[in-house]
Nanobody, 115 residues
Framework: QVQLVESGGGLVQPGGSLVLSCTIS????????MGWYRQAPEKQREWVAT???????QYADGIKARFTAYGDVEENTVYLHMNSLNPKAPAVYYC?????????WGQGTQVTASS
């Protein structure tokens, strides 16, 4: 069973930056895409960004200007570099891998922006 492990979450000052990592137990090259999602308290999980095996990375509206998603094939790791974090939106960030209709998730990492 493939495993995805997110890390890098924590407390950051409003407007600050944070880099999340997601390491997958298999080669990233096996997957059609790797994505990032987030879920705020009492809200549904929402899509943030997707890195495709071919083609450009896609971002949710309002995200691209502040976040950058990218992968390291040698490290089997994808990253989400976040800038200008919003103090009103603490959330758990999840990593996702998709392959031929199957989806796999990590356990999530908490991100909070607070002074």
């Amino acid at each position: 069973q493939v495993q995805l492990v997110e890390s890098g979450g924590g407390l950051v000052q409003p407007g600050g930056s944070l880099v999340l990592s997601c390491t997958i137990s298999e080669s990233i090259s096996r997957y059609n895409s790797m994505g990032w999602y987030r879920q705020a308290p009492e809200k549904q999980r929402e899509w943030v960004a997707t890195i495709f095996s071919t083609g450009p990375t896609q971002y949710a509206d309002g995200i691209k200007a502040r976040f950058t998603a990218y992968g390291d094939v040698e490290e089997n790791t994808v990253y989400l570099h976040m800038n200008s974090l919003n103090p009103k939106a603490p959330a758990v960030y999840y990593c996702n891998a998709r392959q031929d209709g199957s989806a796999y998730w990590g356990q999530g990492t908490q991100v909070t922006a607070s002074s």
